[in-house]
């Protein structure tokens, strides 16, 4: 096999090692089917059980109740800007966001123009380096839903804790730290995510969906564009991306395995600590971009003292084995990467670099 390097990128990102060998082997022919899982029907029975188990593995991992519809659908994390707007803005066509990111402000463009939308609150005047606080949030009172990011891959800030926002909708974009942790869905109107993060492969989008707010979507909108459909078809209204499907139920497996997304929380904390007090500890030499409070468990973002340290850094770091480590254009800097897939050991070994790269230079 290939040796594999440590992989840092923000996204399409790492996979767990057991998932990308059970899926090679079921590549030529799943047991006892003789057929590619990217060969077989969406309808057979084959798929049926794989769309099935990898649903239940869900409800389990975050403790979902019948209530609640777990959709997959196409057209990424961005089409959900989309959908969730066109779908539950109505009848009172206002909503709530809180601007954390680039992310969230992509939200804001598309959900304007369904209605009014009321920025709750925004941290931009500060490079997105920290979550607002409970206390700076002005809601508007009376919107359709409230709208946030739990994770903002590109800045490397995280909720610790989701808003408290009474009686409104709450709505989250989880596509970077979805599995991260364990979280009360009961809280939540809508949950989606990207799978590409730390779910699976890109081409397939996770929407955990409140059945009760069905009645807000509106029979005119388009046929893909109603969530009603999806729930109706559990979707299958059209063909769904049944390779991206079948990935996320094998990272299901391999969390549960794992002993669940308490573990899987404890391991995230100890690994992200890791990275955050060689930072911490490096006299300045690595500055962290996110507040210490609002520091992301999945991206940790920081910078050295020059520019030209961190390419030459970078670049130090490819030749090592460390993939990925640029920084998004709008931040510069470095971004480590560590979902939940990624191995302690790389934390740990990215350290050592980090230490022995700072004592050179400097
Ligand atoms: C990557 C990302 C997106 C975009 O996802 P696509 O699936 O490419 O549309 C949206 N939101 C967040 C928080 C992301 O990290």
Request: proline share 4%.
């Amino acid at each position: 096999m290939e040796k594999r390097i440590y992989n840092f990128s923000a996204g399409p990102a790492i996979l767990p090692e057991e998932v990308l060998k059970e899926s090679q082997e079921n590549l030529m022919a799943l047991p006892d089917v003789g057929m590619s899982i990217l060969e077989i029907s969406h309808r057979s029975k084959t798929f049926d059980n794989i769309f099935h188990q990898t649903k239940e593995d869900v409800k389990t991992l975050l403790d979902i109740d019948d209530n609640y519809s777990i959709l997959f659908l196409q057209g990424g994390a961005s089409l959900q800007f989309s959908m969730v707007p066109m779908n539950i803005m109505p009848p009172k066509n206002k909503a709530d966001y809180i601007v954390t990111g680039a992310w969230a402000k992509k939200a804001v463009k598309e959900a304007k123009r369904v209605g009014d939308v009321n920025i709750a609150a925004t941290t931009e005047e500060t490079t997105f380096n920290r979550i607002p606080k409970q206390n700076e949030l002005k809601l508007c009172g009376d919107a359709s839903y409230l709208h946030f990011t739990s994770n903002n891959t590109i800045y490397g800030t995280q909720y610790q804790t989701e808003p408290e926002v009474g009686d409104v909708t709450l709505v989250c974009d989880a596509s970077s730290d979805i599995f991260h942790k364990k979280i009360d869905v009961n809280k939540y109107g809508i949950i989606y995510a990207g799978a590409q993060k730390n779910m699976g492969p890109s081409g397939v989008t996770m929407v955990i969906y409140r059945n009760d707010l069905l009645e807000r979507s509106s029979d005119d909108l388009p046929t893909m564009l109603n969530y009603k459909t999806h729930v109706e078809k559990d979707s299958m209204f059209n063909t769904p991306n049944t390779f991206g499907i079948y990935i996320i139920g094998l990272v299901a497996k391999w969390l549960l395995n794992m002993g669940g997304l308490d573990k899987m929380y404890e391991t995230n904390k100890h690994k992200a600590g890791i990275l955050y007090d060689c930072i911490d500890n490096s006299n300045g030499f690595y500055k962290g971009h996110a507040e210490k409070d609002s520091r992301s468990l999945m991206n940790v973002t920081f910078n050295l003292p020059a520019e030209e340290l961190e390419k030459k850094l970078i670049a130090e770091a490819l030749n090592a084995g460390f993939n990925g480590l640029k920084g998004h254009r709008s931040v510069g800097g470095l971004r480590a990467s560590i979902y939940n897939a990624f191995p302690t050991k790389g934390v740990e070994d990215l350290v050592e670099f980090m230490k022995e790269f700072q004592s050179k230079n400097s």
